[in-house]
């Protein structure tokens, strides 16, 4: 006997209904985001007039022409807050938003030019260097406020105190506080510099985004309690080509032109960065004319481009390397060390690991950087290497090296690049497990030296050759050379000198000879140096990538 | 038994569940040997910046202490700060929870829709053409690997046809329609924004194809095998034997009751969709709790994990609730027993 003559199936149709109303977000609806795609009628609005009830546009809509779109895997993202923001895709946006006192342009990174100053002079106060810079008169914000030194003195103090991942830039490299940073007068800013630190990596770190100027008086008003950090997540307040209009999270961020831009109008409105996590999808899009730029694709990806879009090579600075921990023995033996870097098929490892998409850096310094050492004596030597582990009176050598899980950047699996290393030491009698771990596990492991070996990379923090020589030299540094159990306080001491000379010669020589010596004596075993590859649409004019990691969206435009 | 007390049993059945959840999850994700904090401030940050992290979230306290902070704040309704994100994870499970809802309910009704038919079908031709067929294809579905299917789709309807978007929710010069459920086919009819709603249904279908897929194949195998069982039963004959037409005795004597074992696999499915939806949010560009439960897990965020895996829990409760209940609908005995 049946009571009902509702289907079971509508029944849990319906059920799911319930659930589906009773699942949705809290009570008070928050609106869509604010800005031009929410208020203005799509731009399919035309051929459909009856289909939207959308205010009048103030601005001209985002389309497929007046819009650069960019598929990239921004899952990275956590912050637009430029004093904390310190992921790839988190200053690929500030930099096109925020404006710097000194700036690098386009692929250079090695000429300090003008951006917020006009012009900048250090000084030598005996016991430090006065940097003062003069303001462009008549700058102003995109919110029309004048752009002034206290503005400048605001934004450092943000950063000092959030404390976020890039201060120590500030804080340890350059050595300064708060309270060094002053208006001299609406226009001046002087920065008073210790002497640990060279004036010239100080601007190379002043071009970074943890440098961005932000509007005070814009942040102050939407304080909440922690310097406008929240507020700046995805909001912005700066004086850039672009204003964030929003960020929706693992969706996209749209940027639209700064009306009040102090340089030239942006060719291109808009700039939608679509959040596209796997490769295929982005390379599709580039096909499909979806996206005019796809950041993520492999060399494979890249190789199947044709016709209407191409692969543009950049510099990517990140080394990959082998730590070895110096305090594990034998690798407290350099000629150990010397018959492991020897027993390494670099070749291979370039050019058939990563198809050539990478070039062989055996030195610290990553090209084309200031100081950048090319020598690269070392090529799969193994009855060399087994030499030198007799020399070091050595044998049936036998270590364990973490990896992290994954790809690694370039495009090879770390697995794939440790299993070719465990077959050429094991060639020269060099027994190596490999462990794989999270990146995570890693770091830990290695940050308290307690790794035998390590395989990963190490990207530069700002434009300077300091930025490697440091962390790879000076064990007091707490870095890199630390984790390696690494004290050599003559290369040390060097690194220190060589951080802090103006000559630029005398500099070059220094970092000659400390890169050989590390070479050599040092804890690590350098691999390559990857190329950064992008999948750009044929009518996309003026993209260039800069080393540190970003684009000038402000010189794309398009062509029909 | 009526309803009422039968609810209050599962409830409190339900909150020790979720305490049981918590203190696993909590536990599993302190075991992890690696430090969250080096993981948010990154390779670079000097040890003094890491021992800020830690303070400031409290991850340097003794963990059952960490543990009694964490479930003090939850009864306040308060599921903590990701450690990630650094946005409090209520907000973020509201940002990402309504798009895996959307997808996972689409495609389980997609499954029930086609799965259900198709299993009745192939009962009632056994061994005839379309039996093999159904099963043939629920085969596939059952062992295709669901990354691969995503990436098939989109390269034949997005790469070669074009017919259809190869991700996201909408497209991106339609901006998303007002949110009040947060689902977007809902509440661009709701804003009767039928441009948005065309697209929003657009983006849902190849991914709910997708994640469906294998719960279709699962659903039509077990309807199938109930249905030949139950097909077999006397008082099938008996319907028969009355005279009933053909569709009658299939869809009103066997069909109801073949769906009881049905029911029990679809909200073992529901769970499943969820998992699934993990990958296939990667593949489809989809802005869900897959996806953040993922980059949780790898950034070592257990404000975040705890926040999902409690959300999941709750979910898949509910569908195991709702499965119980459905089955008093649908079988009268177990209302009266």
Redesign the interface.
Known sequence: MYESKRSPLMILISLALVILTACGPAATPSVAPEGPQATEPPAQATEAPAATEAPAATEAPISVENTLSISSNISDLITLDPAVVYEYSGILVTHNVYQTLVTFEGADMQTIKPSLADSWETTDASDHWELTFKLHPGNTFASGNPITADDVVYSFSRVFALNGPPAFLLTDVAGITADSVTAVDPETVQINLPKTASPGAFLAILTNTIASVVDSKVVQENEGGDNGSTWLLDHSAGSGAYVVDHWTQEVEVLLTANPNFNGDQPALTSVLISHVPESSNQLTALQNGDADIALNLTAEQLATLSGDATSVKGEDLRLFYLGMNVGVEPLDKPEVREALRMAIDYDGIVNDLLSGNAQKVQTIIPSPMFGYNGDAPFQQDIEGAKAKLEEAGVSDVSLEMLIPDGAAPGGVQWSDLAAKLQSDWDQAGITVTIKQVTFAELLDAYRAQGAQLALLYWGPDFADPDTNVTPFTSYEAHSIAWRNAWDDPDVAAQSKAAAVMTDAAEREAAYKEITDYVLHNGPYAVLYQPAALFGVRSTVQGFEWNPMGFTDFWTILKIA | MNLLSYLIRRLVGFVAVMIGISIITFGLSHL?????A??????????E?IN?FREKYGLNKPIPEQYWIYVTNLLQGDLGTSL????PVAE?L?????AT?ELS?TA??LS??IG?PAGVISATARNRLPDHVVRIVSLIGGSVPIFWLG?IL??FF??RL?WLP????I?????????????FT?DSLLA?????FWSSVQHLLLPALALGYFSTAIIARMMRSSMLEVLNQVYVLAARAKGLRQGMVVWRHAA?NA?IPT?TT?GVTFGSLLSGAVLTE????W?GLG??AT?SA???DFPAVMGVTLLAAL?YT??NL?VD??YQ??D?RIRNG
Do not use: C
Request: net charge neutral.
């Open positions: 992890v040997p690696a430090d969250p080096i993981v948010a401030m990154g390779d670079h940050a000097t040890d910046q800020a990630h994100t650094r946005r973020d509201r940002n990402f929870f309504p809802f309910v389980l009704v029930i829709l259900i990436l989109i390269g997005y790469g074009g190869g991700g996201a929710r497209d991106k010069f339609i901006p998303p329609p007002l949110e009040v459920t947060g689902l809902v009767g924004d039928y441009t948005a109801r769906l029911v679809i990667t593949i489809f560009s802005p996806r953040y980059s790898i950034n070592l979910v509910l569908a709702i209940v459905s609908w649908l009268p």
